[in-house]
């Protein structure tokens, strides 16, 4: 019992923090030259949702946004987004669901990706993020009509899919199982010519620009990998493997600076201009929730 109230109150002290973002009339200005903004979403993360999204759109020019149900939102969901998101479009999940593709595991969503950056440049936004300054390296890319990737601590640049794959080869060798890392062992094999590239990135934060990957290279590379890794290929982790090895691959593509756009930093430093608060980090020492209730408040006062 004392687990679970350890466990649930700091996620209930959060959400009520993050709902207040409802108390805007909207959570953003649309602008014709801004980005499109991809989110798959769930009920419970609605609230978080909310913040990520004004906040990125107050450092970053947004033209419409493009929430890809997951199958768990309500009709009251729905209408406290649609009533605060003027250039808001809703997607079914089911109309990305494609038999050349794992089903489930946010392929869903990178496919959605992938066909909505056939016209525009997509931003593939997650819920538990917060932009907290300017976005330069974002804004830079979208002009410049460059792909771009969150980084890692162990990913921090674009190199040779042969040196990942050789990593990852030596770290299955010690024990590791997870499929990300057989993936990427995988890669040698798929590297003929010596010519592709991978970052061990993460697939919460990304932008693609119009016309630069088509579903059908999508299909294609998905077919391959499921044929060097059977059945594993449909396990979660994929989807991340995929977004950052699609990425790579794209001419003019960049990892965002780790030092400006960190992942579960052990302190929210002040040039930290993006952070992505994953997994346990949202509840760890009440920081996602402090600066949340900071965001909401700069929101209120512009």
């Given at each position: 019992m004392f687990y679970r109230l350890k466990k649930t109150l700091p996620a209930r002290r959060l959400r009520r923090i993050q709902h207040k973002a409802f108390e805007l009339s909207q959570l953003l200005m649309p602008r014709?030259?801004?980005?499109?903004?991809?989110?798959?979403?769930?009920?419970?993360?609605?609230?978080?949702?909310?913040?990520?999204?004004?906040?990125?759109?107050?450092?970053?020019?947004?033209?419409?946004v493009c929430i890809l149900?997951?199958?768990?939102?309500?009709?009251?969901?729905?209408?406290?987004?649609d009533k605060r998101i003027?250039?808001?479009?809703?997607?079914?999940?089911?109309?990305?669901?494609?038999?050349?593709?794992?089903?489930?595991?946010?392929?869903?969503?990178?496919?959605?990706?992938?066909?909505?950056?056939?016209?525009?440049y997509v931003v593939q936004l997650d819920a538990d993020t917060l932009t907290l300054s300017t976005l330069d390296e974002v804004e830079a890319a979208h002009r410049a009509n460059r792909p771009f990737i969150l980084g890692t601590e162990k990913g921090c640049a674009?190199?040779?899919?042969?040196?990942?794959?050789?990593?990852?080869?030596g770290q299955m060798e010690a024990g590791v199982t997870h499929v990300q890392m057989l993936a990427e062992s995988a890669l040698t094999r798929m590297d003929e010519d010596g010519n592709l590239r991978y970052v061990r990135g993460c697939a919460?934060?990304?932008?693609?620009?119009?016309?630069?990957?088509?579903?059908?290279?999508?299909?294609?590379?998905?077919?391959?990998?499921?044929?060097?890794?059977?059945?594993?290929?449909?396990?979660?982790?994929?989807?991340?493997?995929?977004?950052n090895f699609l990425i790579a691959n794209l001419e003019s593509a960049e990892v965002l600076p780790y030092a400006r756009y960190p992942t579960c930093p052990e302190r929210v430093r002040p040039e930290h201009a993006f952070v992505h608060f994953a997994g346990y980090c949202r509840y760890r020492d009440g920081t996602y929730r402090d600066l949340s209730k900071k965001v909401i408040e700069k929101l209120k006062a512009d």
């Open positions: 014709a030259d801004g980005v499109t903004v991809l989110s798959m979403l769930c009920a419970r993360d609605v609230d978080m949702f909310a913040v990520a999204l004004a906040s990125f759109a107050r450092h970053c020019a947004v033209a419409r149900d997951d199958g768990s939102l309500e009709a009251r969901h729905r209408q406290a987004l003027p250039a808001i479009e809703w997607l079914g999940i089911e109309d990305y669901r494609d038999h050349r593709l794992p089903r489930g595991g946010c392929w869903e969503r990178l496919h959605a990706q992938v066909k909505l950056a056939r016209q525009s674009i190199g040779p899919a042969r040196e990942a794959s050789r990593w990852a080869q919460g934060f990304s932008g693609l620009p119009p016309g630069r990957v088509s579903p059908e290279r999508l299909y294609a590379w998905s077919a391959r990998f499921r044929q060097a890794l059977g059945d594993r290929w449909s396990e979660w982790g994929t989807e991340q493997f995929m977004v």
